[in-house]
């Protein structure tokens, strides 16, 4: 089984983060239990919370074209945590599944509690972006 706070401390998001901070988020996190055969992310819907895989593997849908597989250790949906953005893919569960489910309205109460926990987790996307963008260039 994967452990939540080390699968965040892997993220390019909160990368910035003391463990202290990771353990701060890692509190607003709720388990929860995916039966088997479940569409929990809907392509286009809004996206308010990540998920951590904790059990379980899921396979990920763009259109009907199959593009990846999940399973522990994966994060699901980090972005939508800062963006809001609509999901980019459906995502069912291929066999029962354990996640730990951060949602985004608690993170932002967090966030404007601690200022600095934000300006790390800013830097934290900043830097990702930048990685991004020049792996796209080079």
Partial sequence: MANSEQVLASLPIFSELSKA?????????????????RDFIVEGKPGREAFVVLEGRATVRKGNKVVASVGPGDVI?????????????????????????????ELVALLEEMPKLTM?????AIKHAHELESSLTA
């Fill in 21 to 37: 901070d990771l353990r701060k988020v890692e509190r607003l996190m709720t388990p929860v239990t995916i039966k088997a055969g």
């Fill in 77 to 105: 949906g980090e972005m939508a945590l800062l963006a809001n953005l609509p999901r980019n893919a459906t995502i069912t569960a291929d066999t029962e599944m354990m996640v730990e489910v951060l949602d985004r309205r």
């Fill in 120 to 124: 790390k987790i800013m830097i934290s």
